[in-house]
């Protein structure tokens, strides 16, 4: 939510997507419907489409709104990080992220649309990489598309792979674990 952006579409984005995380630590994401997502955030069907297309939609936004405030709540030091620190940071605010929010976790993994709700997550994973490696990295472009594809598809597996273990694997040595493979690649 920029400073830029209207301070009504502020306030139905922040409703959605806090009526969103509700919802999901009570049911599946299959089963939430625009209709109930809009009533109890006390937002308007017809809103909701103006500024989302379907509840997919929607997700993809709110897995960006998630990345946003991570960046807004860190310091400008942290925004500028080249690649390796850049995405150390990032994931360490994710890993903190689902800790913080298991049932949403829960929820999204027993959903029948996990494989699609993973790929939105994969292609925003993909693009937060994009555009850091844009900025930062001595890369030729045409490898860009190819690098990003691969540390987030890493990424992905690395996240899921500790959701599924989290009584073995603590955060600190997934942390640990994922700054040692990620500086490997740098």
């Known amino acids: 939510m920029t400073g830029k952006t209207d ?8 409703a959605l997507c806090e009526t969103f ?11 939430i419907t625009v209709n109930e997502l809009c009533d ?4 308007r069907r017809a809103t909701f489409y ?10 993809a936004f709110y897995v960006r709104q998630t990345r946003e405030q991570f960046l807004i709540g860190s310091d400008q030091a942290e925004l500028s990080l080249e690649p390796y620190a850049y995405n150390v940071f990032l994931f360490r605010q994710t890993v903190a992220f689902l ?11 027993k959903s029948s649309l996990f494989p699609t709700l993973l790929q939105i997550l994969s292609d925003e994973i ?4 994009m555009e850091n490696l844009r900025q930062h ?18 990424i992905i597996q690395i996240l899921y792979y500790w959701v599924k273990h989290q009584d073995t694997v603590s955060e600190e040595m997934l942390v640990h674990e994922f700054e040692t493979i990620w500086q490997s690649l740098f």
């Open 7 to 14: 301070l009504r579409i502020q306030k139905t984005h922040k």
């Open 21 to 31: 995380l509700q919802l999901l630590s009570e049911k599946r994401f299959e089963n």
């Open 40 to 43: 109890r955030a006390m937002i």
């Open 50 to 59: 103006n500024h989302f297309s379907d509840k997919y939609d929607f997700f």
């Open 99 to 109: 800790t913080e929010h298991t049932l949403l976790v829960n929820s999204c993994m």
């Open 126 to 129: 993909y693009h937060s990489i």
């Open 137 to 154: 990295a001595a890369v030729p472009k045409e490898s860009l598309p190819f690098q990003a594809s691969f540390y987030a598809g890493g």
